[in-house]
């Protein structure tokens, strides 16, 4: 599986050598990089720049959540409120993203961000602390793979809901739903692998073609707020002491918007000329959904005229109040279906991400059960007990939603939480190498060279910043239904990654870096 052609190097000149594709689509380069991380490759490198950038793109889906996961940010801070801390949280957002697109060329892995850590923090803390960051990189991984299928089936609903008015959805109709499209990712995931590079790039031009008649639906039918209202009046429904606090805690839209970019490089044991492509993938994508998406909640948020309407809509979304306002009943379930595959494709990307990331961590010893969930069939060339595992996982967490969606949002919640942290984990340690050992830093394609200590600390800081806010819950006083209880899942998983590290782990774990 890792061999190479040696007599390539016959038959092209020494410059071009790196480029030639060779044995299922590897390149010279990428042997290199899995040699000197001690890596075998196992899998098939069907991916290109164009599938890469269209992978990282549907699974961010940046207008698509702008669009259906903007709730809480409508409670605090209002339209105001969402566009600019959108703006903010872009830019803060954009030296995370380049700091992860550096360390992602400079190691290629689907581990990501604890094989990272592994390989740039002190040594006298690397195994513990790439062992924590593992733990919740896979589980805010697996968490957020868990929001998609809720989201579709929940979208699903919302359609039920405006066709007909007497439908009233349960807790228990929406659980089914989520292991419906469970069931079709797992099963597209195994059996049809070979083909999602083509998908992603067509879902890539829905992705572009579905922006485009929403927000022409808005210019052109919607009703409109004006400018000053748009821009300039931020709200306070959540009860806190000021508009600024609530501005704070109302960015966590903007934030989970944003956030995911890093997907790519969990699929780099599967991308022609990894350390090439990932990093201008991850960056890529962040531009044009960065884009798309500033322009999206600015014609969204002016056609919001009423916050309090669009936030009471019988369907729970106020985009199908905004909806409602321009088309007829039917116009607004085609246009909701527009999101709705869309988000069903980035739930099989979701899926690919996380199951590659879980396997990445199986591989290292790092999960129970770590020889069985990082075996690869040979025929298909795909980590299939991984993608089954995390499948598993999201139909164990939707029976939760059964007895309370307050408590399945919880575990939702972890997604965003977790993965701030693993960024915080992973760019305060390139930081302490490119300060401390510089000249330990690996060589890479793409560089951040003399602007990597300010872009790292800004990085840094950001990612804090964003963990902090995360915390807070929706309102006051706070409530059952309002709680955010990813302060109970961090501490959760914190505590459960710790029993497991002392009596399991530091035994079998000895992290990447060793080899």
């Avoid at 999960?367 to 690869?376: C, E, G």
Wanted: with cysteine.
């Amino acid at each position: 599986m890792a061999a190479y052609k040696d007599h390539d190097a016959d038959v092209v000149g020494e410059d071009s050598r790196e480029e030639c594709e060779l044995y299922n689509g590897h390149t010279r380069q990428d042997g290199i990089d899995m040699s000197r991380m001690g890596k075998v490759q196992e899998l098939r490198r069907d991916y290109r720049p164009l599938s890469a950038l269209a992978f990282t793109v549907i699974l961010q889906g940046v207008w698509e959540v702008l669009l259906t996961a903007t709730y809480q940010g409508l409670v605090d801070g209002g339209p105001a409120g969402l566009i600019w801390s959108f703006v903010w949280t872009w830019f803060g957002m954009s030296t995370v993203i380049l700091s992860l697109a550096e360390m992602a060329s400079m190691a290629p892995t689907a581990g990501g961000q604890y094989h990272w850590v592994s390989e740039f923090s002190p040594l006298s803390i690397q195994k513990p602390l790439s062992y924590f960051t593992g733990w919740m990189s896979t589980l805010s991984w697996q968490a957020g793979t868990a929001s998609g299928p809720f989201l579709v089936g929940t979208l699903i609903q919302s359609s039920a809901i405006v066709m007909y008015p007497d439908y009233s959805p349960t807790n228990w109709q929406g659980t089914l739903m989520v292991i419906a499209v469970t069931i079709i990712v797992w099963a597209s995931n195994i059996w049809c692998a070979r083909g999602m590079p083509l998908f992603q790039n067509i879902m890539l031009l829905l992705h572009v073609v579905g922006f485009l008649v929403i927000v022409i639906v808005f210019w052109v039918l919607s009703p409109k707020a004006t400018s000053q209202v748009t821009f300039k009046e931020f709200t306070n429904d959540g009860g806190w002491s000021t508009k600024g606090l609530a501005l704070m805690v109302g960015q966590l839209s903007a934030i989970y918007a944003c956030i995911c970019s890093d997907s790519s490089a969990h699929m780099a044991e599967e991308i022609k000329d990894a350390g090439k492509t990932v990093p201008r993938a991850m960056v890529g994508a962040y531009l044009m959904n960065g884009v798309i998406g500033l322009v999206f909640i600015i014609s969204y948020m002016f056609t919001v005229t009423d916050v309090a309407a669009a936030l009471d809509d019988a369907t729970s979304y106020p985009h199908m109040w905004v909806f409602a306002q321009a088309v007829s009943p039917g116009g607004v379930v085609a246009l909701n279906a527009i999101p709705t595959v869309l988000i069903f494709a980035g739930t099989l990307t979701f899926n690919l991400s996380t199951s590659r990331q879980t396997w990445a961590f199986a591989r290292d010893h790092g999960l129970p059960f770590s020889s069985w969930i990082a075996k690869v069939d040979k025929k298909r060339q795909v980590p299939v007990n991984a993608v089954s595992v995390t499948c598993l996982i999201t139909v164990l967490l939707s029976f939760i939603n059964i007895g309370s969606d307050v408590a399945f949002n919880a575990i939702i919640s972890l997604n965003v939480v977790a993965l701030m942290i693993t960024y915080c984990f992973s760019i305060g340690a390139v930081l302490y190498r490119r300060i401390c050992h510089p000249e330990l830093l690996p060589p890479c394609h793409w560089s951040l060279g003399r602007w990597g200590i300010p872009v790292n600390l800004a990085g840094l800081l950001y990612s804090f910043h964003a963990f902090f806010w995360c915390f807070w819950p929706e309102g006051t006083p706070v409530e059952l239904e309002s709680f955010n209880w990813a302060v109970v899942m961090f501490l959760g998983i914190f505590f459960l990654s710790l029993l497991d590290y002392l009596f399991r782990g530091r035994k079998h774990y000895r992290g990447p870096v060793v080899l």
